[in-house]
């Protein structure tokens, strides 16, 4: 699971990392049309004097779709260690101690991946056996829910793996981290540890 300094990273490394952006890149996209479907609207309704209109609709596609963007950026923020953390006393932790947390924490946040992409597809058969639509588009419900699946799934994978990397870093000194690896990344406070671990012998 783990590289050594200098190595490029591997085949799995590199899938996780494009499955991840490829999310996020769609999830960009996604919020850019929520953008202008409410840009088109409110200018729509503030042109009514001259024949213009709101689109009809519009928030129940904002929701559809402010709902597939938070679900396509969780993989990214997953793999970047972008969620919110608080380092007051990890800092101060040993190294061991550090890692042990990282692996606590991913677990727990694969646990959490898995459950919602199970009670999300369960949702989402659920409104397609009663054929429920939104009151404006008449656009069936489960559609939202569809939407949705690839951003938790990828988020799955993304977490799997990231608990296997946190699980492979217990057993050695100074690991490189995949997060690490991929520029950009965000170091958490046992990366930090252990390179000051290497330094400092």
Request: with cysteine; glycine share 8%.
């Amino acid at each position: 699971m783990q590289e050594a300094v200098g190595a490029a990273p591997s085949r799995p490394a590199l899938f996780v990392e494009r499955l991840a952006l490829g999310m996020a890149w769609a999830g960009g996209g996604a919020l850019l049309l929520v953008a202008l479907i409410t840009l088109v609207s409110i200018l729509g309704r503030a042109l009514i004097p001259f024949g213009l209109r709101p689109l009809r609709g519009e928030f129940e596609l904002v929701q559809a779709g402010t709902a597939f963007v938070v679900c396509a950026f969780l993989p990214w923020a997953h793999l970047k260690r972008g969620h919110a953390s608080v380092a007051l006393l990890s800092d101060h932790f040993p190294p061991f101690i550090n890692r042990l947390i990282d692996l606590l924490v991913d677990v727990l946040m694969l646990a959490m991946a898995i459950l919602l992409t199970w009670r999300l597809g369960a949702g989402m058969l659920d409104k397609l056996s009663y054929g429920e639509t939104t009151f404006l588009l008449r656009m069936p419900l489960w559609w939202a829910y569809a939407i949705c699946l690839p951003g938790l799934g990828a988020w799955s994978i993304v977490a799997l793996w990231a608990s296997l990397d946190s699980g492979a870093a217990l057993f050695r000194p100074a690991p490189v981290r995949l997060h690490a690896m991929l520029d950009g990344g965000a170091r958490s406070p046992a990366m930090e540890c252990a390179d000051r671990e290497e330094e400092n012998p």
